[in-house]
């Protein structure tokens, strides 16, 4: 499957954006979905995942109550809504799709988009 990462952008300290990932596979629907991250010099980490009905959600406590993950099988999407961005956000964000362990461990994932820039000024 390939997986096609949008939305991102420069956005201020408290304000949202909206990431988008596009797959490309007609059997979406049966793969667990998850979103990375990346800063300069640091590893890749968990963000956010949800499995394949849209049923379960999973969030790093670092933006539990900020960040929304969704999804939308028919149209083959993935969504990742986040506000309150604080500068510490700044990353560039993956899409990943069908883990089969541990959904925050990146290890754990077969596919994996390209990432898309966010930039949170302060």
């Known amino acids: 499957v390939q997986l096609q990462a949008s939305g991102g952008g420069l956005v201020q300290a408290g304000g949202s954006l909206r990431l988008s990932c596009a797959a490309s596979?007609?059997?979406?629907?049966?793969?667990?979905m998850g979103w990375f991250r990346q800063a300069p010099g640091k590893e890749r980490e968990f963000v956010s995942a949800?499995?394949?009905?849209?049923?379960?959600?999973y969030y790093a406590d670092s933006v539990k109550g900020r960040f929304t993950i969704s999804r939308d099988n028919a149209k083959n999407m993935v969504y990742l809504q986040m506000n309150s961005l604080k500068p510490e956000d700044t990353a560039v964000y993956y899409c990943?799709?069908?883990?089969?362990?541990?959904?925050?461990?990146?290890?754990?994932?077969?596919?994996w988009g390209q990432g898309t820039q966010v930039t949170v000024s302060s």
């Open positions: 990943a799709a069908e883990w089969h362990s541990d959904y925050a461990d990146p290890g754990s994932y077969n596919y």
């Open positions: 949800i499995s394949w009905s849209g049923v379960s959600t």
């Open positions: 596979r007609r059997t979406f629907d049966t793969y667990d």
